[in-house]
Nanobody
């Protein structure tokens, strides 16, 4: 089972930038896909972006395309690190952001972090 921790959230003005980080570790696992999701108050959790481990293939929600960039860092040994660079932030990006891992193509996102709050002021 993987343990995930997000960091980098905060308060930013509209048009600003933030970079979220997700560190995943644990025994006897390796990620197949890592993803970012978000949940705004009163709304369902929604997909933001995902990356095939190694960074070759990425996918984005239409609402963040061209503004957010997902990436991975494969250089940290047994800690798998993923980033979400968020530029040109909008008030509608305000949400709790979660990272998650899928360990194979036949599984769902089964391990989740506790989330980090992103607040964008107008």
């Amino acid at each position: 089972q993987a343990q995930l921790v997000e960091s980098g959230g905060g308060l930013v003005q509209a048009g600003g930038s933030l970079r979220l980080s997700c560190a995943a570790s644990g025994r006897a696992f390796s990620p197949y896909v890592m993803g970012w999701f978000r949940q705004a108050p009163g709304k369902e959790r929604e997909f933001v972006a995902s990356v095939l481990w190694g960074g070759r293939y990425t996918s984005y929600a239409d609402s963040v395309k061209g503004r957010f960039t997902i990436s991975t860092d494969n250089s940290k040994g047994l800690v798998y690190t993923m980033y979400l660079q968020m530029n040109d932030l909008k008030p509608e990006d305000t949400a709790v952001y979660y990272c998650a891992i899928k360990v194979s193509s036949g599984t769902d996102f089964g391990s989740w972090g506790p989330g980090t709050q992103v607040t964008v002021s107008a």
